[in-house]
């Protein structure tokens, strides 16, 4: 009897000769297909555009490669892997859903929509072990500028005095209530002048 090892998956073809005769045996050579080992979660991994980001109000999405231990693909589907995500919202202690779709071929789409802005943990793992770079910390940025749930604040609201600068604020947020920092959003601010003015003063916004 013979026996033999391969560590790759694939198609391959086995030739057996008669070294004796010069020739092959009949049959040869035979057809192999190898297929990969048990899914290994450590060989497992993630991808996709952007991954480790995510916007408030957007689905975001990744994708799970599985292996076996050598490294091999998987071909099918089927295994009963656990996506958990959590972060600030609702709370540390309650995952938020996470879908995850079993295409059949060893590969997986997995997605997700955030509404609160802020620090998020992916963690991918099947029978208690993670796949490769899990858990995957994720940076949830705000959506854009929702002027409805934007907020003015500060004396120049109120009162103003002749000949001298008075100032406001304008707390920037999207839709989902997140506050905005970055950059300038495009603010018309005007001031209607009384009928006795000659003109409007003028409004800087920086």
């Known amino acids: 009897a013979y026996s033999y090892v391969v560590a790759h998956s694939g198609r391959y073809h086995l030739y057996v000769m008669d070294l004796k005769a010069g020739k092959a045996v009949p049959g040869s050579p035979w057809r192999l297909l190898v ?15 952007e991954l ?11 994708e799970l490669v599985t292996r076996d231990a050598r490294g091999n693909a998987q071909l099918f589907g089927g295994e009963a892997w656990e996506v958990v995500l959590q972060g600030p919202y609702p709370s540390n202690d309650s995952p938020l859903a996470v879908e995850l779709l079993d295409r059949g071929d060893g590969t997986y789409r997995g997605a997700f929509t955030i509404a609160m802005a802020g620090e998020y943990s992916l963690s991918v793992s099947l029978g208690g ?5 899990s858990p995957l910390r994720i940076s949830a940025s705000a959506a854009s500028v929702h002027a ?5 604040e500060g004396a120049g609201l109120r009162s103003a005095y002749k000949d001298q600068t008075t100032s406001f604020v304008i707390i920037a947020r999207d839709a989902f209530g997140n506050r905005i920092s970055r950059g300038a959003h495009g603010y018309s601010v005007r001031v209607r002048p009384p009928l006795s003015a000659t003109k409007a003063p003028d409004v800087h916004v920086y």
């Open 35 to 49: 297929a990969p080992g048990s899914t290994y979660a450590p060989t497992c991994y993630l991808r996709g555009h």
């Open 52 to 62: 480790g980001r995510a916007q408030a109000g957007e689905r975001t999405s990744f």
């Open 129 to 133: 072990a993670h796949a490769k770079g």
């Open 148 to 152: 409805s749930r934007c907020r003015a």
